[in-house]
């Protein structure tokens, strides 16, 4: 049977990477574009959720590993490997929504 998640979000996601691959995230790893991490505000380091991109269906799990966005109205930002998986590259934001697994 499907378990229903302890915890959703929906609302925009972004990703981020050129400026920061290398740099220290706020849990002090190094950020690597590459990798399938997100950013986000308040869910704890390490934190495993499912991405959903709500224009095409396509989903993709991450680990929590950095602080953000601080762009008023997104709710995440996320590596650019993540975002690749999405197909939201060329976008650069989409609607998404956020499980918590």
């Not at 190094?30 to 396509?58: C, E, K």
């Not at 997104?74 to 590259?89: P, Y």
């Amino acid at each position: 049977p499907d378990t229903v998640p302890e915890w959703i979000q929906q609302g925009p996601v972004s990703w981020y990477g050129p400026g920061f691959h290398g740099r220290r995230t706020a849990n002090g790893e190094i950020f690597d574009a590459h990798d399938l991490t997100m950013a986000h505000r308040s869910l704890d380091f390490g934190s495993q959720v499912r991405v959903t991109n709500l224009d095409n269906g396509r989903s993709v799990v991450v680990r929590v590993n950095d602080r953000g966005p601080y762009v008023r109205g997104r709710v995440a930002d996320l590596s650019h490997a993540a975002a690749r998986e999405l197909g939201f590259v060329d976008d650069g934001v989409v609607k998404a929504r956020i499980e918590l697994l």
